[in-house]
């Protein structure tokens, strides 16, 4: 008999559309996430050629821009894990690598191994705060981020450089020392258990009262009295308000312990 058996190897495989949707990505989020990948790679190369204010400006636009990509993908339902590892990587270089070599080129450089160690320990910290966020964001309180964000970090020393450029204290001794004390602060602070809001639980997409929005447009305009001062002041305040909240908590519950073994000794 000459009965043949169908060849698998010769068999044409059409791929169905589930095949071709998960070989595809999502433009709109990855476009951000590119566009602020943009902005850090813009601000490294600023740095190197000396333009810090454009570096600072670069670092902050990519925050802004970090910010929304997440927000237009929950929005419009277009979570993908490519997109979630794709931003983990545009991070590290816009707020781990940027502001670390922002800070070299504007004042670290000038302490010779001394601030490369420094800029490299910042680079490292933004490293591990990425990675540990991507390993327990699903069992952390999305409330609160463990340790200092790595976008707030970067925006802590872009902005204290944008500050002490626009007010031309380059080469002073003090902000020399002001420069390694907050990106040195901002590594350590990013490794932290410290907790700071995260300000996830805010609804932007339902109605606010008046004046929260005439609070939103006199903010603005407070800031543009002085860029780099204003914001330079509110991450710091930013900064500070973990610390306070993670001491206020721990007070707390040493407060709650000292009663529960004064109520064990009554009882007893």
Partial sequence: MNDRRSDNIHRIITPN????????????????????????????????????????????AAIVLDGMDGRIARMTNTQSDFGAEYDSLADMVSFGVAPAVLAYEWMLHDIGKFGFLVAFVYVSGAALRLARFNVQKTVQDKRFFKGLPSPSAAALVATTIWFAHDYQLKGQALVVVLTLVVTAAAALLMVSNIRYYSFKDLDLRGRIPFVVLLAMVLGFGFISLDPPLILMLGFVIYTISGVLFTLMQLRRSRAERRRDAARDRDVA
């Fill in 17 to 60: 559309k589930q095949m071709l949707r998960g070989r595809s990505i999502y433009l709109l989020p990855n476009l951000f996430t590119t566009a602020a990948l943009f902005a850090g790679f813009y601000a490294m190369m600023s740095s190197i050629h000396h333009q810090f204010q454009a570096a600072a400006i670069g670092v902050l």
